[in-house]
Structures are given as structure tokens and as C-alpha cells.
């Protein structure tokens, strides 16, 4: 069976300090991967979607980026953190390759910026 | 644009029914229902696509109207299980989707 691993689970960074969260999936080749945003009280917010290797879509202007370096991981990064930033933010996948296919959701992590 | 949900809360007793609606102002490709408890990640329920089909997990369904651009969530004899915020999520294309702001449910003994 398919799984989706995340961490960490918790992150308290200063502002102006970089991130780095990471994001695999096991059991599936290929997937679609999702980073996804979501704060306090709110919905979730797609920041990055990704069909392959090196393959990156970008939703939003922000101050984060995203890479694929390998088929089954995602990781989500930023050069200097902003307050922001904070959020609770999701990694996802999908089958890849065929429409309408259910998301399946890490653990998140909770993302403080102090 | 994010989809409307609404209500935004509700409270429910074991047992009762609710029905909560998703609208767009864009033609809907597809609807995703998700359900997330406090403090966890977003599950799968389920999803609409085109043609108005009612799917349902366990005792919880949902319809796809196309030409009003909405899907509703129902959920029938609720249990305690049940409480959570639900989302819709519509489908811009090949899974990018516009989350709505979510539907608190809060199903007490």
C-alpha cells in the first residue's frame, strides 16, 4: 500500500532564517505531489504541484519554491522566512497521469515563525 | 476563485441529518470532498464528477449539480465520528485544486 511521509511534524524558525520540509511517498511510481498551505482557521491553499522529475508548477507568488529531485520526493524551501509563513503546510499525492484521482495527505507540519 | 461553502458551522446531535452546500461561480469540472479532524491532515470522502452522480461513504453521500455549479454533502443519522471540518475542493484541471473554507460540524451525544 501507498504511504506519505513528512517532516518534521513541528518547526519553530526565526524570521530571515531558510526551510527546508521534506515530502516522500512510498508504494506508487510516478505520482502527482501537491504542497499545499493552510492557516489557522482556514482552507488549504495549493502553493505547488508537481507531474514529474523537476517538473514544478507554482500557484501563488510567494516566497517559497519547490523541487522534485527524485520521482517520490518533494521539498519545499525558502531562503529567508517571513511571519507570513506560518501555516500548517500539507504535502500530497495523487495517481499520476489520470484525471480525477483522490489526494492523499501527509501529516503535516505546524510552521512557526518567531 | 475558491468555491463557497456554507453553512460555515453546524451543530448536530447523534443521529440528525445535515446537508452541506459547495457552490461555484465557474463552470465545476469535478468536486472532492475531504473531511479533517482538529490538529490532523485532510482525509478523502470522495469525489463528483460531471453528470450529477450521488456517491457516498458509509453513510455519507454527495450530488453534483452541474448546471448550478454545486455539489452538497449529506450527511444522514450523523455519529460522533463525523464531527470534523469538511472541505470541497474543485478541480481547475488534472488535480489543482481551489480548496473552500470549510464546514465545521460538531455531532454531540
Known amino acids: 500500500s501507498q504511504t506519505i511521509h513528512q517532516w518534521p511534524a513541528t518547526l519553530v524558525q526565526p524570521v530571515g532564517s531558510p526551510l527546508s520540509l521534506e515530502c516522500t511517498v512510498e508504494g506508487t511510481s510516478n505520482p502527482n505531489l501537491y504542497w499545499y498551505r493552510q492557516a489557522a482557521g482556514r482552507g488549504l491553499q495549493l502553493l505547488f504541484y508537481s507531474v514529474g522529475i523537476g517538473q514544478i508548477s507554482s500557484e501563488v507568488p510567494q516566497n517559497l519554491s519547490a523541487s522534485r529531485p527524485q520521482d517520490r520526493q518533494f521539498i519545499l524551501s525558502s531562503k529567508k522566512l517571513l511571519l507570513s509563513d506560518s501555516g500548517f503546510y500539507l504535502c500530497a499525492w495523487s495517481v499520476g497521469d489520470r484525471d480525477n484521482q483522490p489526494q492523499h495527505f501527509g501529516d503535516g507540519t505546524r510552521l512557526s515563525i518567531l | 476563485q475558491q468555491p ?4 460555515q458551522a453546524v451543530i448536530l446531535r447523534e443521529g440528525e441529518d445535515a446537508v452541506i452546500n459547495c457552490s461555484s461561480s465557474k463552470a465545476l469540472y469535478s468536486v472532492h470532498w475531504y473531511r479533517q479532524k482538529h490538529g490532523e491532515a485532510p482525509v478523502f470522502l470522495m469525489i463528483l464528477l460531471k453528470g450529477g452522480e450521488q456517491k457516498g461513504h458509509e453513510k455519507i453521500s454527495a450530488s453534483f449539480n452541474e448546471k448550478k455549479q454545486q455539489s452538497s454533502l449529506y450527511l444522514t443519522a450523523s455519529q460522533l465520528s463525523y464531527s470534523g471540518t469538511y472541505f470541497c475542493g474543485t478541480d481547475r484541471s488534472w488535480g489543482k ?8 460540524v460538531v455531532v454531540t451525544p
Do not use: I, W
Open chain 2, 4 to 7: 463557497v461553502q456554507s453553512p
Open chain 2, 97 to 104: 485544486l481551489q480548496f473552500g473554507a470549510g464546514t465545521q
